[in-house]
Each structure stands twice: as structure tokens, then as C-alpha cells.
């Protein structure tokens, strides 16, 4: 909550704010490109994210204004007309969930002017995206008083994700928002959605955040061609298995039926998706049992896996997480997000954190050329709503 906020919605919109709302963004810990596999995967929700200010209005009229986004000025439509249009940029999002809410019965009784303000870097890869559409999902439900609960916003969220703007993402972004709980992470598993929370050692170390500020675009991205080959994989596999998902199959499996799949690309990426569970939940129980030294080769070889079998890190993520494994007290470090940019994560040890900082920044700086940006992941809470009490005056 920020006054000058408020001040700003004022200003745009010539009235006071009724209520607000916030959305974090989230970081996965491990467990990349396993969740549109039906496998596990161990977000955490993080402490920046997406604030909403919002007042209801008299007819159908919407009004939306980003802070991140000032030279796309003021998006209006009405709930008449959600299409997606290119020119709404941003917008888009908030607009796909009123479209799904639409869609599966549940209609705006009015419009709304909204301010959304996040403090997630554009394009970094912690979901942005995600956390602007379940805050919208979120102000829309308790507005409306529908009492959908959280797991159903998040399915809608997905839903809007996969359907209106066309990335075929996985459950784990809007769940990890959803649920996040301050101080821990959640091995999900992606096929069921049973979840259970696991503490983050913040007394000992750091989850360190390193943004290449190489943005990258899910829906340009190679995204949807991966989550096609993994598909191709498991049609395959399913000749000779019953299974649902890659996320079913167990190592041993694996090296009985690998020999099935004939083409190199879409081998390796099944290969990734299988070995990347295993490790997971492997990741998972090493940090229960504090054994660091364990929890992050696994994290290295993950990231080994997404560059050499998933192909989806890029020189500048390598760069950063290559320059992180040469430095003392760092226990593992990988890329985390869709890859092609974003962000890479490593596991610090606390006194070593500021040096950890200077050397990989100027070794990042030194190759890339531009600097990259560190900032360290504290695990949040999910999506809520913000006290207005005493702020408005």
C-alpha cells in the first residue's frame, strides 16, 4: 500500500480508490518446464509483485492504467466487447480473466476503473503476467462476492493464460501466487495439485535472484514448440505405458522405453522433463534434511539439463549461472523461468552474499555488456487484500 498510489489513482481517475489488492510474483526453486508435464515442481511466492486500486463504476465501462506501462496511457472498453486486441498490450491480461470469468458464468455487474502498479522488472521472468491476473481475479471475486475459492481463481487464471493469450503454461505460476506462504516454498505436484510447504534456511542462506535484463516473451518464445515435442514424447511413450503425463514416468522407466523415441530433439526433451522430477523431489527432501551440498548439485545439474537437453538458457543466463558456481559459499545455482532471458537463482551462503554480487556482476558486465541486477527472494505470501484503513485520510 502507497500513498502516492492513491494520490495516482485520484489523479487518473478524479475520485478516491475504495479498495486494493496485491498479487506477488513467484520464482521456482527447482522444477522447470515439469509442470505442463503433470510433474512436481518448488515455487515460492516472493515479497514484489502486483498492486491493484480499484473503484466501481456505474455503467459497463472499464478503465485500466498500468504505472508500469505510462506510454500505453488509459485502455478502455466495455464488458461488452473482452476481445483481445493487440493494442491493449498489458491490458490483455486483466481483460482474459474477465472474458474466462464470462465465459464459466460469471459476469461483472459493472465496470471498474483500476490502477495496477507492480514492482516485478518487465520480462524478468517471475511472472508478471500471472500475478496481474490473479489480482485482477481476486478484486473481481470479492467485489462481486461470487466465493470462488482460491484453487478456482487460480484454474481460471490458467485457463485465461492458455486460452486468450495463448501461452500454453502450466498450473504452478498462479498456484504459487495463490498459496504462496511467507518463508517457505511448495512442491506442487502439477497432476494432482496436492501441495504441502517446505521452510527456505533463511538464517544461513540467501535465494539470490540474478535478472539477466534480457527480456524475453513467453507467447514469441519457443514456449509452445516445447511443450509440442514433450507431447510428441509422451504419445509415444503411451504405446507402451499407460500413463497421463511425462510427469508419471520414473527413471527406470525411462531407460527401458527411451530407445522408442527416434528423433534426437524431442528425446531430449523428454529426457529433461524426466530427469528434472526426479531431482525435484530429490531437491525437496535435501533441503528438509539441511543437506545443502546436495540441494544445490542438484539445482547445477538442472540447469545443466534446461541448456544442454531443454535448450532453453542462452548465453546470457549461462554466463550468470556459470560465473556463480566459481564463487565461495555459493552451494548451487540455475536458471529459473521459461528461459530465453529472465532470471537465473542461486543459494548463497549469507556472509558471502555482497561478494558473490560484485564478482558475477562484473563478470556478467565484462561479457554481456550491459549489467544484470541481484536482489535476494523473500518468500511471500499469495494474493490478498490490502487494508485501506487510515491511509486515505
Known amino acids: 500500500m502507497n500513498i502516492d498510489d492513491l494520490e495516482v489513482f485520484e489523479d487518473l481517475f478524479g475520485r478516491r480508490a475504495e479498495r486494493s489488492f496485491f498479487a506477488p510474483g513467484r520464482v521456482n526453486v527447482i522444477g522447470e518446464h515439469t509442470d505442463y508435464n503433470g510433474g512436481y515442481v518448488f515455487p515460492c511466492a516472493i515479497t514484489i509483485g502486483t498492486y491493484v486500486y480499484a473503484a466501481p463504476r456505474l455503467d459497463d465501462t472499464c478503465r485500466f492504467y498500468s504505472g508500469n506501462f505510462l506510454s500505453k496511457g488509459m485502455i478502455t472498453f466495455t464488458l461488452e466487447d473482452t476481445t483481445y486486441k493487440k493494442e491493449h498490450s498489458w491490458a490483455n491480461y486483466p481483460k482474459s480473466i474477465i472474458s474466462i470469468l464470462q465465459k464459466n458464468g460469471f459476469s461483472l455487474s459493472h465496470g471498474y476503473d483500476i490502477y495496477f502498479i507492480g514492482n516485478i522488472p518487465n520480462g524478468a521472468g517471475l511472472s508478471s503476467s500471472a500475478s496481474i491476473e490473479l489480482a485482477a481475479a481476486y478484486l473481481f471475486n470479492e467485489w462481486e462476492e461470487w466465493g470462488l475459492s482460491i484453487k478456482q481463481?487460480?484454474?481460471?487464471?490458467?485457463?485465461?493464460?492458455?486460452?486468450?493469450i495463448g501461452v500454453q503454461s502450466g498450473i504452478m505460476d498462479q498456484f504459487a501466487i495463490g498459496f504462496g506462504k511467507k518463508g517457505h516454498a511448495?512442491?506442487?505436484?502439477?497432476?494432482?495439485?496436492?501441495y504441502t510447504y517446505a521452510p527456505l534456511p533463511v538464517d544461513t542462506h540467501t535465494l539470490l535472484i540474478m535478472n539477466t535484463n534480457k527480456e524475453r516473451t513467453l507467447a514469441g518464445s519457443a514456449y509452445n514448440e516445447r511443450r509440442k515435442e514433450c507431447e510428441e514424447a509422451l504419445q509415444i511413450l503411451q504405446d507402451h505405458i499407460s500413463i497421463q503425463s511425462l510427469g508419471e514416468v520414473t527413471s527406470n522407466m525411462w531407460e527401458e522405453l527411451n530407445h522408442t523415441i527416434e528423433k534426437a530433439t524431442v528425446f531430449k526433451r523428454a529426457a529433461h522433463v524426466i530427469s528434472e522430477n526426479e531431482r525435484t523431489k530429490r531437491a525437496v527432501s535435501a533441503l528438509q534434511s539441511q543437506d545443502w551440498k546436495s540441494f544445490g548439485e542438484l539445482l547445477n545439474a538442472s540447469h545443466e539439463s534446461l541448456k544442454n537437453?531443454?535448450?532453453?538458457?542462452?548465453?546470457e543466463l549461462d554466463t550468470l549461472v556459470e560465473a556463480a558456481w566459481k564463487q565461495p559459499g555459493v552451494n548451487g545455482a540455475r536458471m529459473t523461468g521459461a528461459g530465453f532471458g529472465g532470471c537465473a537463482i542461486a543459494f548463497v551462503e549469507n556472509e558471502h552474499v555482497d561478494a558473490f554480487i560484485k564478482n558475477v556482476g562484473a563478470a556478467y558486465l565484462n561479457k554481456i555488456g550491459y549489467e544484470a541486477s541481484f536482489y535476494p527472494a523473500a518468500a511471500g505470501d499469495g494474493v490478498k487484500e490490502l487494508k485501506m484503513e487510515g491511509v486515505q485520510g
Open 309 to 315: 537437453d531443454y535448450e532453453v538458457t542462452g548465453p
Open 153 to 164: 481463481l487460480v484454474l481460471y487464471a490458467q485457463q485465461a493464460e492458455n486460452e486468450y
Open 186 to 194: 511448495m512442491q506442487l505436484d502439477c497432476q494432482s495439485l496436492e
